[in-house]
């Protein structure tokens, strides 16, 4: 095993107290800046890799990651500064970058636009649970799909994860909070010009009968017999051709944890030994806060939820890991 004992520069044009800033493309001043930092520094073309690394960021999105954003979760201004240096630092071993993309329209069982608030006669109020008790009841009446949708929160309660939440309004296609980062596309772009590897995207959460806090798979799959979603067995394939996973993003109690338990599923499905290649980068997540009455008192607690999981993980031989880690192979 060997350690990589130097840490590339940062490029020029970086510029950490930017990170939490919105600003256009500057991909053209980015790709020159790479070109020549290839040259300086002797990166060769990801190709090239004997040992391949995969960097996974989940849902590195301007509603999740900076402070404006719709559902902008506290610390993540902070994660994807460490986001980027991790990659900048490690350029030259990382063989691969793969970004989801949460991705969604206005009527979605998720958003309080496909819901009547029979009390109120208006939409209900962001971050209402809906329960299936509450709509057989009346309180809640869905302006779309009123059969699939009582299935829907019949079936996601069952399950025992979560009940269906009236999120805000987020990631919205063809929105500026659906775009990534400026700050981590820029790195984006600038590993895929000096590597030579084109940046991977993968969206998440179109159907509008279904959740999708994983990237690998819905919370429920059919609905009344028709099938809403499904696992991604391409995306999961492509990530375990690489010799090790790096996993971040946002957040670390929602889409990174249930993306995790998913992959872990999968993995202990086909192949035990593949969840050695798992590495969790603590510091460039975290979670949404905890939800409390009006008297303080917690109702769920989110960053105990996403504490525990990351025991789990690590439990189960999945690595976890800091952004400064040095990376050995």
Same mark, same amino acid.
């Given at each position: ?12 044009? =970086? ?21 020549? =930092? ?5 990166? *060769? ?6 040992? *391949? ?45 793969? !970004? ?39 309180? =809640? ?10 299935? =829907? ?67 429920? *799959? ?13 995306? !999961? ?93």
């Amino acid at each position: 095993m060997s350690t990589r004992n130097v840490n590339l520069p940062f490029p020029s044009f =970086y510029d950490a107290s930017k990170v939490a800033d919105l600003f256009c493309s500057r991909s053209k001043l980015v790709a020159a800046v790479a070109r020549q =930092y290839a040259k300086d520094q002797n990166i *060769k073309p990801a190709y090239e890799d004997k040992f *391949k690394i995969a960097v996974f960021g989940i849902d590195t999105q301007i509603d999740f990651c900076l402070p404006f954003g719709s559902l902008f979760v506290p610390g993540a201004v902070e994660d994807s500064v460490r986001t980027c240096e991790f990659i900048y630092r490690n350029l030259d071993v990382i063989t691969s970058l793969n !970004f989801s993309l949460d991705t969604h329209k206005l009527f979605q069982i998720f958003h309080p636009a496909w819901w009547l608030d029979t009390m109120t006669g208006d939409h209900p109020e962001d971050f209402t649970m809906i329960t299936a008790q509450s709509i057989r009841d009346g309180r =809640y009446q869905p302006l779309f799909f009123a059969q699939e949708s009582i299935e =829907y929160c019949e079936e996601l309660e069952r399950t025992g994860k979560y009940v269906l939440i009236g999120w805000p309004f987020h990631t919205l296609l063809g929105s500026v909070g659906h775009a990534m980062v400026p700050a981590i596309f820029e790195a984006a772009v600038f590993h895929a010009i000096a590597r030579r590897k084109q940046t991977h995207f993968e969206t998440k959460g179109l159907h509008p009968l279904t959740e999708n806090y994983s990237v690998l798979s819905p919370e429920v *799959k059919k609905v009344r017999g028709r099938v809403v979603g499904q696992f991604n067995t391409d995306f !999961f394939k492509a990530l375990m051709t690489h010799d090790r996973v790096y996993i971040l993003g946002q957040a670390s109690s929602h889409c990174v944890k249930t993306t995790i338990e998913d992959l872990l599923r999968e993995i202990m499905a086909i192949d035990p030994s593949l969840v050695d290649k798992v590495y969790i980068v603590e510091d460039c997540m975290s979670p949404v806060p905890a939800v409390r009455d009006p008297q303080g008192n917690v109702i769920v607690d989110f960053p105990k939820i996403a504490a525990d999981a990351l025991d789990s993980f690590r439990q189960a031989g999945m690595h976890v890991v800091k952004s400064t880690d040095a990376i050995t192979f």
